[in-house]
Antibody
Framework: ELQLLESGGGLVQPGGSLRLSCAAS????????MSWVRQAPGKGLEWVSA????????YYADSVKGRFIISRDNSKNTLYLQMNSLRAEDTALYHC???????????????WGQGTLVTVSS | EIVLTQSPATLSLSPGERATLSCRAS??????LAWYQQKPGQAPRLLIY???NRATGIPARFSGSGSGTDFTLTISSLEPEDFAVYYC??????????FGGGTLVEIK
């Protein structure tokens, strides 16, 4: 069974840092691109970042570019999001999501984690 | 950035009725559109991709249509488990990937 399990969220002060993790199972992790998508409380979905299967290509939303870094460790089947210089507007539930097709940038997400909550507040 | 506008914001219907949800793109995105369903406290679920293809395990009562800038998700006969929020998403021009604001399908 395909499964994604996020961790690492919590309460952090403005300007602080957090690293989120997403543990994957049930599929050949290294074959699939992955993304982070966030959802502010009571709001819609916002794409944050994407990474290719081998980790060489990464993409970011303008709202996080220069502050967040996406990475992956295929030996551990784990996706990461390093979040620096956090702002109140980064407060959200952060989901990791798997791209539908292997070795592809088709960018349809057929498996999502339940999310980890990040709260940025003093 | 491609903006996706969903309408209506809320759709109030009864079980057994037909639901028609709209998603309009700010410029042509060919058929590069997907639909997701999200229930409270759950992760989104892929329903439709490439505008009209049902994802694995999605019931036939869900169908998608459209191309260019105007797209429709139709639920032919609402089941109790279909009451949820529905989002559209485009991958035609990215980054950024963009989502619509969502349509809540609620029980009338």
């Amino acid at each position: 069974e395909l499964q994604l399990l996020e961790s690492g969220g919590g309460l952090v002060q403005p300007g602080g840092s957090l690293r989120l993790s997403c543990a994957a199972s049930g599929f050949t992790f290294s074959n699939y691109g992955m993304s982070w998508v966030r959802q502010a409380p009571g709001k819609g979905l916002e794409w944050v970042s994407a990474i290719g299967g081998n980790g060489d290509s990464t993409y970011y939303a303008d709202s996080v570019k220069g502050r967040f870094i996406i990475s992956r460790d295929n030996s551990k089947n784990t996706l990461y999001l390093q979040m620096n210089s956090l702002r109140a507007e980064d407060t959200a539930l952060y989901h990791c999501a798997k791209v539908q097709e292997d070795s592809s940038w088709n960018m349809w997400f057929d498996c999502w984690g339940q999310g980890t909550l990040v709260t940025v507040s003093s | 950035e491609i903006v996706l506008t969903q309408s209506p914001a809320t759709l109030s219907l009864s079980p057994g009725e037909r639901a028609t949800l709209s998603c309009r793109a700010s410029q042509s995105i060919s058929s590069y559109l997907a639909w997701y369903q999200q229930k409270p406290g759950q992760a989104p679920r892929l329903l439709i991709y490439d505008a009209s293809n049902r994802a694995t395990g999605i019931p036939a009562r869900f169908s998608g249509s459209g191309s260019g800038t105007d797209f429709t998700l139709t639920i032919s006969s609402l089941e109790p488990e279909d009451f949820a929020v529905y989002y559209c998403q485009q991958r035609s021009i990215w980054p950024p990937l963009t989502f619509g604001g969502g349509t809540l399908v609620e029980i009338k």
